[in-house]
T-cell receptor, first 111, second 112 residues
Framework: DAGVIQSPRHEVTEMGQEVTLRCKPISGHNSLFWYRQTMMRGLELLIYFNNNVPIDDSGMPEDRFSAKMPNASFSTLKIQPSEPRDSAVYFC?????????FGSGTRLTVV | DQQVKQNSPSLSVQEGRISILNCDYTNSMFDYFLWYKKYPAEGPTFLISISSIKDKNEDGRFTVFLNKSAKHLSLHIVPSQPGDSAVYFCAASGEYGNKLVFGAGTILRVKS
């Protein structure tokens, strides 16, 4: 298995633009998580899905953030409009009963 | 309000010596604790875990200690090696497989 695959690896965008981050979880994993890493707060959970259904989105910072999981093999995190303070590394992780596996992350820079 | 706290942003240790990374938590419902290791440009990877029914778990050079009454856990690395230099995240869960709450991380530098 190729692990959790995130794209793009790096994204630089201008303030106000829409940004879409993508994640392909490990096949057979029934939970998917989106985390954001910042220097101040470490890894913050934004939202997680169980069997494609959003279970807890209390970590989503604002209405500008939205996430979808249309099927078991794909999820997106969208920021619209983006702001400089959204600059961070965004990680996707999937899990089964044995534990979590993280993707390599997307480094987002909003200028 | 951070439920999992790693109060030391960084730690520097000489090769061969012991590294001790600390973590405190506030939620008494947490019953499963993990440590993750992260290298630059990579995602965090699982290192070691401990259930609340135990107070110690060992895996090679890595040992995790849990003090439930103090809501404190620590990771000991003995002996430390330069390849251990990374960011270490403490995480906690109320149910295995459920969402993990992470601390802010501690940067460990092992000097040769």
């Amino acid at each position: 298995d190729a692990g959790v695959i995130q794209s793009p690896r790096h994204e630089v965008t201008e303030m106000g633009q829409e940004v879409t981050l993508r994640c392909k979880p490990i096949s057979g994993h029934n939970s998917l998580f989106w985390y954001r890493q910042t220097m101040m707060r470490g890894l913050e959970l934004l939202i997680y899905f169980n069997n494609n259904v959003p279970i807890d989105d209390s970590g989503m910072p604002e209405d500008r953030f939205s996430a979808k999981m249309p099927n078991a093999s794909f999820s997106t995190l969208k920021i619209q409009p983006s702001e400089p303070r959204d600059s961070a590394v965004y990680f996707c992780a999937s899990s089964d009963s044995y534990g979590y596996t993280f993707g390599s992350g997307t480094r987002l820079t909003v200028v | 309000d951070q439920q999992v706290k790693q109060n030391s942003p960084s730690l520097s240790v000489q090769e061969g010596r012991i590294s001790i990374l600390n973590c405190d938590y506030t939620n008494s419902m947490f019953d499963y604790f993990l440590w993750y290791k992260k290298y630059p440009a990579e995602g965090p990877t699982f290192l070691i875990s401990i259930s609340s029914i135990k107070d110690k778990n060992e895996d090679g050079r890595f040992t995790v200690f849990l003090n439930k009454s103090a809501k404190h856990l620590s990771l000991h690395i003995v002996p430390s090696q330069p390849g251990d230099s990374a960011v270490y995240f403490c995480a906690a869960s109320g149910e295995y497989g459920n969402k993990l709450v992470f601390g802010a991380g501690t940067i460990l530098r092992v000097k040769s």
